[in-house]
């Protein structure tokens, strides 16, 4: 499966860059109470943190709504998926528990402060673009409805668009079925590769410490707008 970058993005957006970690053989499941303990606690110290500083006052969601600029869009108006969720904490209407892998997805995105995607390889058709949505680009979301995708960025497959920094679509949803994942993390630009590496590197050990399973990861950027995913090859820029 090939995973790239339209490079026609990186006229707007030279920085650009994705994390991406390829799960095999991961079981998902109810989360342990550790995970579920720390990311209720997060959430607990971010409210308190978000009383006194505004929500885009965080370095990585001034970032991203920076990108929205870029690309035409209102960030206002559809935020980038890790602002929505800082402002559903700082109303305290804090994020349940669903398995461990969104429950995993959900803590890396606020503590890096960064959206972030999980979707379920068997769901996907061949290979993956990140490009910008168009007028008619758009699918039903997580969220419970069709959200369009026209000038946000968007994870695209041989079938349709089922990914993006605003919310990601029902068709290609991690279960506690899934063996095989894609994790996609969408990184704030001003890191430099080799940080996004380490970051990248950090959430896979992370997740397959608690999942089990293996990882390969590798950070795509304007050098290297794409690589080619199995379980063979890990931890490259």
């Not at 890396?108 to 068997?122: H, K, M, N, R, T």
Request: net charge negative; charged share 25%; hydrophobic share 35%.
């Amino acid at each position: 499966m090939k995973i790239k970058i339209d490079e026609n993005l990186f006229q707007q957006l030279p920085d650009l860059k994705l994390g991406i970690i390829h799960y095999s053989k991961i079981t998902v499941s109810e989360s342990p109470q550790m995970l579920k303990g720390r990311l209720q606690l997060f959430q607990e110290q971010l409210f308190f943190e978000l009383d006194t500083k505004p929500v885009t006052d965080f370095p990585g969601i001034q970032e991203w709504r920076e990108t929205w600029k870029a690309l035409g869009g209102d960030p206002n108006r559809y935020r980038p998926s890790v602002e929505a969720l800082f402002r559903r904490i700082k109303k305290q209407n804090y994020l349940r528990t669903i398995h461990t892998a969104v429950d995993l997805n959900t803590f890396f995105s606020l503590q890096y402060e960064i959206p972030a995607g999980i979707y379920d390889v068997a769901k996907l058709v061949g290979d993956i673009q990140l490009t910008v949505g168009g007028e008619e680009d758009g699918y039903e979301g997580l969220n419970g409805r069709f959200n369009s995708l026209h000038r946000i960025l968007q994870l695209k497959d041989d079938y349709s668009p089922f990914g993006s920094p605003y919310v990601d679509s029902i068709r290609t949803a991690v279960t506690e079925e899934t063996t095989d994942a894609l994790h996609v993390l969408f990184l704030r630009p001003s890191m430099d590769n080799e940080e996004a590496l380490k970051l990248t590197t950090a959430c896979g050990n992370m997740f397959t410490s608690i999942s089990g399973g293996e990882a390969s990861c590798y950070v795509i950027h304007e050098e290297r707008p794409s690589v080619m995913v199995n379980d063979k090859e890990s931890f490259n820029l």
